[in-house]
């Protein structure tokens, strides 16, 4: 039976007349395909992709398997509908805390029309993409078996700072994260850090970024996924990236793709400043007026 995702934490949310994706027992997640040519373009490079042999596999695991696409009926009611048939990245996980990450300064591809990019240029001014080349879409923070996932709604990401970005990757890797708590970063060293921690794949794949000409990857994000009660019995977090939405890439012509790159770069930093100063805090609290307290320091936008 087809089911709402549970852990799906950014993008267009299946349910009440609304279009989005769906999941099976089995491990499948279907994702409508969007209008215009968004839909077209995300199959035409998952296929593209699927069968380009240049692909190296230690690079290919950073994406979801691609099943090609199926008939189903859509989730908002409206009839039939075309869906990508893509691997569940959720499957196999309980609790898993996972953060939506859209890399890139710029989330528009060439070919946009003028409207388009109007939209996302005011978006990416907007929030930190144009600062920082990323910006954080949205996250779930597992806590405990009592209170369950923070999960702030879309809202809550809108008016990030480079601050809020810093304390939330923070928080990500607490064992108390939650809106109004400082960050331990208790488990930045196994999730984030070690041979096969975030930041060494996040590394692989920025290497195959600087010398990949093949696709440019606008509006993609980052799904960095772990789960805390593995890494509080001192196992392996399963901590993983991958990477999610194509609806914006576009043919690489023989270029490297630098809006990606500096992107990646730039969070790689933020990420490797969290393993070498884990006890610093994102506002320092000392620094702030009450008027001026961040988000963190309130339940706005809570989606408890
Ligand atoms: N293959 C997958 N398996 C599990 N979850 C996924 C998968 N792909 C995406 N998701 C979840 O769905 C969310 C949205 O995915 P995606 O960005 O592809 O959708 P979208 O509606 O195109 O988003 P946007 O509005 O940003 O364009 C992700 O943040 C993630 O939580
Ligand atoms: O990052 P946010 O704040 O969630 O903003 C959304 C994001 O830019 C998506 O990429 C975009 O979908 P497309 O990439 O498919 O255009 C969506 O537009 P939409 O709501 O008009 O679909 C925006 O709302």
Redo the contacts with the bound molecule.
């Keep these: 039976m087809l089911k709402i995702p549970v852990h799906q934490v950014?993008?267009?949310h299946a349910g009440d007349r609304k279009l989005g994706p769906l999941v099976d027992d089995s491990g499948r997640f279907y994702k409508p395909l969007?209008s215009d040519d968004?839909g077209s373009n995300e199959l035409s490079f998952y296929t593209s992709f699927s069968s380009n042999m240049k692909i190296p596999d230690h690079i290919r695991r950073f994406f979801p398997t691609f099943h090609g696409t199926q008939l189903l009926e859509a989730s908002d009611g409206s009839g039939l509908l075309p869906h990508l048939v893509l691997q569940d990245l959720s499957m196999g996980h309980l609790n898993p805390s996972i953060m939506d990450i859209?890399i890139g300064s710029r989330?528009w591809p060439p070919q946009a029309s003028e409207d388009?990019v109007a939209?996302?240029l005011k978006?990416d001014r907007e929030?930190t993409s144009v600062p920082l080349g990323f910006?954080i879409?949205?996250f779930q923070i597992y806590r405990t078996k009592e209170t369950g996932f923070w999960k702030p709604n879309?809202q809550f990401?809108?008016s990030f700072s480079a601050d809020d970005v810093r304390s939330a990757l923070r928080k990500f890797v607490s064992s108390n994260g939650s809106a109004d708590s400082d960050p331990d970063c208790a488990f930045a060293s196994v999730v984030y850090g070690g041979s096969t921690g975030i930041l060494a794949q996040l590394l692989e794949l920025k290497a195959w970024f600087e010398d990949q000409t093949i696709f440019h990857f606008y509006?993609c994000s980052v799904l960095m996924t772990f789960e805390k009660e593995l890494a509080l019995e001192g196992r392996s977090s399963g901590a993983e990236i991958k990477l999610v939405?194509f609806?914006?890439v576009v043919e690489g012509r023989g270029v490297i793709d630098h809006n990606f790159l500096g992107g990646l770069c730039s969070l790689i930093k933020f990420i490797s400043e969290i393993l070498t100063t884990p006890d610093e805090c994102y506002p320092p609290k000392s620094c702030l007026q009450d008027s001026e307290k961040s988000h963190f320091c309130s339940d706005d936008g809570v989606n408890e």
Excluded: E, P, V
């Design positions: 950014a993008g267009h969007q968004r859209k989330t388009y939209k996302c978006r929030s910006r879409s949205g879309r990401f809108l509006s939405d609806a914006h």
